[in-house]
């Protein structure tokens, strides 16, 4: 079964660190780009951080310096460290390839201030 299953959320206080991870099984992404998104409640999912099949990666204005992408090749498994975490980074965090594929349950982060 083709799917992205994405893991590590939880609630923390402002401040605070977490590791997600998303791991691809029955599909082997190592040539895609990879983004990881986040939706939070009423608003549109939103792009937080890419990294390409060469490396390269991007970040959104209000999470760089704050969180890295980085991705494992044998484990066919992208991570988003996300470190000194705010309220407004509360969300539904989700990865997808480039192109997109179908979607994984997500994985929620909640920041308490």
């Known amino acids: 079964q083709v799917r992205l299953v ?3 959320g939880g609630l923390v206080l402002a401040g605070g660190s977490l590791r997600l991870s998303c791991t691809a099984s029955g599909i082997d992404f190592t040539i895609n780009t990879m983004n990881w ?3 939070a409640p009423g608003k549109q999912r939103e792009l937080v951080a890419t990294v390409t099949g060469g490396g390269n990666v991007g970040y959104a204005d209000s999470v760089k310096g ?3 992408i980085s ?3 044998a484990k066919n ?3 988003l460290q996300m470190n000194n975490l705010k309220p407004e980074d509360t969300a539904v965090y ?4 480039v192109p997109p594929m179908a979607w994984g349950q997500g994985t929620q982060v909640t920041v308490s201030s």
Do not use: A, K, L, P
């Open 71 to 73: 991705r494992d090749f």
């Open 37 to 39: 998104y986040r939706q």
């Open 6 to 8: 994405e893991s590590g």
């Open 66 to 68: 704050r969180f890295t």
């Open 77 to 79: 498994t992208v991570y």
């Open 94 to 97: 989700s990865c997808n390839r």
